[in-house]
């Protein structure tokens, strides 16, 4: 009987995320995360495995058709220390409390799958800590106009605070596509497609194609059912600071930093 109900809880808790997906991982073709939504994972050392999908390369100016080819993607998670949290929608009540109301085991949440089928060059991107925030992957060749590309990663397991009323919590992924080396002054939709929030960073990108349009990974509620308190419980939204994006959504090897210039 228990089994039963955890098995319908776990159905209508994917259930009703689906609206709330659609909004970000929208049908155009987008940079998005292969699997947006997938569930609590509590097992030791749990994984999720996953890919970027780099859906097309940049415009060119005769006609905007996407035909110059991509360099390298850059990814970044929100470390959940200053993160912007909201409750609600994404742009809904502020909540004033830390990640840690809602999630129990964030803060490294990122692992590479070595892979070098389209770029031949990965490195992450870490905190002053360590934690592993984000990765980039260029180099070799290049990812050309008119295909798709696949680049691979794992999430740690995350498991949602069980006394909170978080239904699901989902994690605004920044994401830039770069098909030309330029500072940030010369970011346009030539040189770079830009899936990030706009929250007053360099990487805004406003006016750009997919302006305001990120990627997000939907973690659902599926361990431990919803507190009776919560009643239909909350949709919550983590998205990176400006500081944040600011200091860590950028390729830097070997200590130097290649972008942006």
Known sequence: MFKLAVLNYRTFALAGILGLVVVWQSAHAHTRLK?????????????????VVIAHGCQNTTDGASTISTLGTVVVFPDGKDSIITTGTVSG??????????????????TII?????????????DSL???????????????????GLIPFTTAGVVIEPASCA???????????????????????ETVQMWTPAVGSIYDGEGLHGYDSP????????????PSSCGEGVDVFVKPSAAQLNRDLRIILDGAQLWPK
């Open 35 to 51: 699997t947006p939504v997938i569930q609590e994972n509590a097992a030791n050392h749990g994984s999720n495995y996953n890919d």
């Open 215 to 226: 990627a997000t990974l939907t973690i659902a509620r599926s361990i431990a059912p919803l």
């Open 167 to 189: 239904k699901n919590v989902t994690f605004i992924v920044s994401i830039v596509d770069v098909c030309e080396i330029t500072d940030s002054n010369g970011f346009s939709n």
């Open 114 to 126: 070595q892979d070098g089928s389209i770029f031949s060059h990965q490195e992450y991107i870490q």
């Open 93 to 110: 009540t502020a909540h004033t409390g830390t990640l840690s109301d809602f999630v129990t085991n964030w803060g490294n949440p990122v």
């Open 130 to 148: 360590g934690n592993k925030l984000g990765f980039w992957s260029g180099g070799g060749s290049k990812l050309k106009a008119g295909y798709r």
